[in-house]
């Protein structure tokens, strides 16, 4: 079983920046494929970025490259998000995601344990 905890969330101004953490509870940490995904009111959960854990391999949604950079900490245990740029239509709950066994790490559906979520809000 992995827990994670995702924190850095919050309300920011468009153009603004703000950087999620996730802590992962677990001895096999640099083994997980870790991914954000994020939900917006009314919409389907959607992917965001993932990093997997051999050589550390980036994937992004077009949406968010050149502005989202996803990285991990395996000592720490920890995955990061940093958000540039930010636009209104980044508001969402950011979620964590891990899978051990993931071929195609933009799959929702391939993760198997979540975090509960953290709000981001871009507003003025």
């Known amino acids: 079983q992995v827990q994670l905890v995702e924190s850095g969330g919050g309300l920011v101004q468009p153009g603004g920046s703000l950087r999620l953490s996730c802590a992962a509870s677990?001895?096999?940490?640099?083994?997980?494929?870790m991914g954000w995904f994020r939900q917006a009111p009314g919409k389907e959960r959607e992917f965001v970025a993932a990093?997997?854990?051999?050589?550390?391999?980036?994937y992004y949604t077009d949406s968010v490259k050149g502005r989202f950079t996803i990285s991990r900490d395996n000592a720490k245990n920890m995955v990061y998000v940093q958000m540039n740029s930010l636009k209104p239509e980044d508001t969402a709950v950011y979620y964590c995601?891990?899978?051990?066994?993931?071929?195609?790490?933009?799959?929702?559906?391939?993760?198997?344990?979540w975090g509960q979520g953290t709000q981001v809000t871009v507003s003025s």
């Open positions: 995601a891990a899978g051990s066994t993931i071929l195609v790490p933009t799959s929702l559906n391939e993760y198997v344990y």
């Open positions: 677990t001895r096999t940490f640099s083994s997980y494929t």
């Open positions: 990093i997997r854990w051999s050589r550390g391999n980036t």
